[in-house]
């Protein structure tokens, strides 16, 4: 298995790097564009996606993670880091923000509302049960989450939300809904696959159930199914914490 990196600039970077222990997998931590010439493969974690970008853009960052996506080289983004991977953002700070891109999509920032609103769910996951073993749901810590509103043709959908119909979208003087397709539909897309890149805009390494890691690092690994046997979930997902409380940190988006 080649080397995985993890951008290392800001938000929940040590617990993927956790996750990755418990899977005999020892991440690298990666924060200038030189370092991206020894991976082979990239998680770009959750976080604060506008600090983020500006600290990608202060180290230069930007053109290394592009080349880097173009290559074909595996890459996974969880909650900030999916917003980085998408083609287009809508629903964000004024001036925007500087996006990687490769994942044709559109991704609606905030999605889900404030810090305060963070929940969890139960995720129907048919391809990561299918892939992984273990419950046909994953549950999902969404922490001032993204959301996926539109995909291309060769975006394969991996897990969905039902949204109620009288859902109102989070919005405030700083934040500007910058298309009319950022509108609730019955369900809203939140993990995506689009050949080596892979996004999920909650955050599987707040949990204790590691079949998402394990599922990206096989995307990662050209050993297919023979290293299928050797990673193993260690556990289920966390129960449900207080939204208030738990989710009550910085280093979120």
């Known amino acids: 298995m080649g080397v995985v990196g993890v951008l290392a600039l800001q938000g929940s970077f040590n617990e993927h790097m956790a996750a990755l222990r418990r899977l005999g997998v020892k991440g690298v931590e990666i924060r200038k564009p030189e370092q991206l010439q020894s991976i082979t493969s990239l998680i770009i974690?959750?976080?604060?996606?506008?600090t983020m970008a500006k600290l990608a853009e202060f180290h230069n960052l930007f053109p290394a993670?592009?080349?880097f996506v173009q290559m074909g080289k595996p890459v996974w983004g969880t909650c900030a880091g999916l917003i980085f991977l998408a083609n287009k953002a809508v629903g964000q700070k004024e001036g925007g923000q500087e996006l990687v891109?490769?994942?044709?999509?559109?991704v609606h920032r905030n999605y889900f509302g404030s810090q305060i609103q963070s929940f969890e769910a139960d995720l129907v996951v048919p391809e990561l049960a299918s892939k992984e073993g273990g419950p046909e749901t994953f549950r999902?810590?969404?922490?001032?989450?993204?959301?996926v509103l539109d995909v291309g043709p060769e975006v394969e959908v991996?897990?969905?939300y039902p949204i109620p119909s009288n859902k109102v979208l989070y919005?405030?003087?700083?934040?500007?809904i910058q298309e009319e397709s950022a509108v609730p539909e019955e369900k809203v897309i939140?993990?995506?696959k689009q050949g080596k890149l892979l996004g999920t805009a909650f955050h599987p390494e707040l949990t204790a159930d590691t079949r998402w890691h394990s599922y990206f690092l096989k995307m990662a690994s050209d050993l297919g199914e023979e290293t299928s046997n050797a990673i193993v979930a260690v556990g289920e997902a966390a129960s449900s914490f207080d939204p208030q409380t738990k989710y009550d940190l910085p280093?979120?988006?």
Request: a negative charge; aromatic letters at 6%; one cysteine or more.
């Open 190 to 192: 939140v993990a995506v």
């Open 140 to 147: 999902g810590v969404f922490i001032r989450a993204p959301a």
């Open 251 to 253: 280093i979120f988006r």
């Open 45 to 50: 974690p959750g976080g604060e996606s506008t």
């Open 158 to 160: 991996l897990a969905d």
């Open 65 to 67: 993670l592009r080349e």
């Open 171 to 176: 919005s405030s003087s700083a934040v500007e």
């Open 101 to 106: 891109g490769g994942l044709d999509c559109t």
